[in-house]
């Protein structure tokens, strides 16, 4: 009992993602001060079980509009970022003051992509976070709306809450929604609508998906997926519930942590989604509704997440099949598997690889490639493109009478190099949105 006891005291770390709708009024624009109210408690009770908490929290252009007396969310950007300002001032005062009254206290972080595209400011970012969580604070999280613009956003709260989640190596990222979990139907027009409870293969989930959030957020139900597909890829077990009741939360967690000990399983088993005790004879415990999505058991951490899922692409490296087949067997990226380099990239900036069938002869186009391109990972490259298309499709042993000099055999590291999986996803991006790869 006492292993037992001490298993179940050990701390989670937990995130939660609260949309626009969650916090602010869809018509009046007013804070809804009940469910805030108890987002905090929430929060507040799971600090005082041990747990370190993180909040994603969307809102602020919703408060701005509230304090400037605007009845609709403007369609200018400059507009949307006047009043970003204004409502993430009266925001994060509400959060402070709230939290204040239960002696909790809270810090303010806004990033945008481009703060944690350069590996270093990502790292700062790491560490900053785990010393807020080391010294017992709330950290809450908000894209940096002020600044953001198209190129540099993360798209959405739910995309930044789970590379938060997986930045800071979170064990649950809860997402917020105005429904209790996902349904195979949608259940405001099919009564018989089922409810999905657990997603482990996330490449084969049926579900709808027809909610496409409120008039003043950004997200809906397919950004949640995709938020759920960021997170499981890098261990982070993820959970759609209902905002109105923020004690779910709390619940949920005490469900899991309880699996943890009277099941068979281990403790990483139980959270991840396997097999529910009571099921084999243990104690029976209801869950609030909820649908949770079992994380990848080889998840993507640290670098390879950083590469695969932070920066914006600077451009594109086609490779050949056995490039491709080389990488996987973890070598690293040598010039004679490049067939095509496209972008005006740098030294040391991360660029996708894409895999392409290699021709024996250039093409009508002039290319040494056909077919249709498919994407495979990212590199953080060795040389600048100019250097990569005269090295291309030569030997390493090649590179310094063709250039000059030869600052590595590799056009980039095995270490430097990370690759999908099936069903992982490709982080969205407005270059991946707009390329002609057909991706």
């Not at 990222?173 to 999905?196: E, G, H």
């Not at 409120?214 to 397919?222: I, Q």
């Amino acid at each position: 009992m006492k292993a037992a006891a001490m298993k179940r005291t050990r701390p989670l770390t937990v995130v939660i993602k609260l949309g626009t709708s969650s916090i602010v009024d869809e018509k009046t624009h007013e804070p809804l001060l009940t469910i805030l109210t108890l987002i905090v408690d929430t929060a507040v009770k799971l600090r005082k079980d041990g747990h370190r908490v993180v909040i994603v929290s969307s809102g602020a252009i919703g408060v701005g509009l509230r304090r400037m007396g605007v009845d609709k969310r403007p369609k200018h950007l400059a507009q949307l970022q006047a009043l970003a300002a204004i409502g993430q001032c009266r925001l994060i005062s509400l959060y402070d003051s709230l939290f204040g009254h239960l002696d909790q206290p809270v810090a303010q972080i806004l990033l945008t992509r481009n703060d944690i595209a350069d590996r270093t400011r990502y790292i700062n970012a790491q560490n900053t976070f785990n010393e807020l969580l080391d010294m017992g604070v709330i950290p809450i999280v908000n894209e940096n709306d002020t600044l953001a613009v198209a190129e540099i956003k993360f798209g959405d709260n739910d995309t930044l809450s789970a590379i938060t989640a997986a930045m800071i190596h979170a064990d649950l990222l809860f997402l917020m929604t105005d429904v209790d979990c996902l349904y195979d139907k949608n259940p405001r027009t099919n009564p018989d609508a089922q409810p999905i409870e657990v997603v482990k293969d996330i490449a084969a989930l049926e579900a709808d998906v027809s909610s496409a959030g409120s008039a003043l957020g950004t997200g809906g139900m397919s950004t949640k997926i995709i938020a759920a597909r960021l997170g499981t890829s890098a261990g982070v077990t993820t959970i759609i519930t209902r905002s109105s009741t923020p004690g779910n939360i709390l619940n949920i967690v005490h469900y899991l942590e309880s699996n943890r000990l009277v099941g068979v399983h281990s403790m990483a088993d139980s959270i991840n989604g396997h097999e529910d005790p009571a099921k084999e004879g243990g104690a029976k415990e209801v869950a609030p509704l909820h649908t949770r999505f079992i994380p990848s058991t080889e998840p993507i951490r640290d670098r390879h997440f950083w590469l695969l899922h932070t920066p914006s692409p600077h451009g594109t490296l086609y490779i050949d099949a056995g490039a491709h087949r080389a990488l996987i067997d973890k070598a690293g990226l040598l010039p004679v598997g490049v067939v095509d380099v496209e972008g005006n990239f740098a030294q040391q900036e991360v660029v996708r690889v894409v895999v392409v069938n290699r021709r024996t002869t250039p093409g009508p186009d002039g290319k040494m490639w056909e077919g249709a391109p498919l994407e495979v990972g990212r590199a953080l490259v060795q040389y600048a493109a100019p250097e990569i298309a005269r090295i291309m499709g030569h030997r390493s042993s090649d590179i310094e009478s063709l250039l000059g000099y030869a600052d590595s055999e590799y056009v980039a590291h095995r270490s430097h190099i990370g690759l999908f999986i099936p069903s992982r996803p490709v982080t969205p991006t407005l270059e991946l949105g707009q390329s002609s790869l057909g991706l």
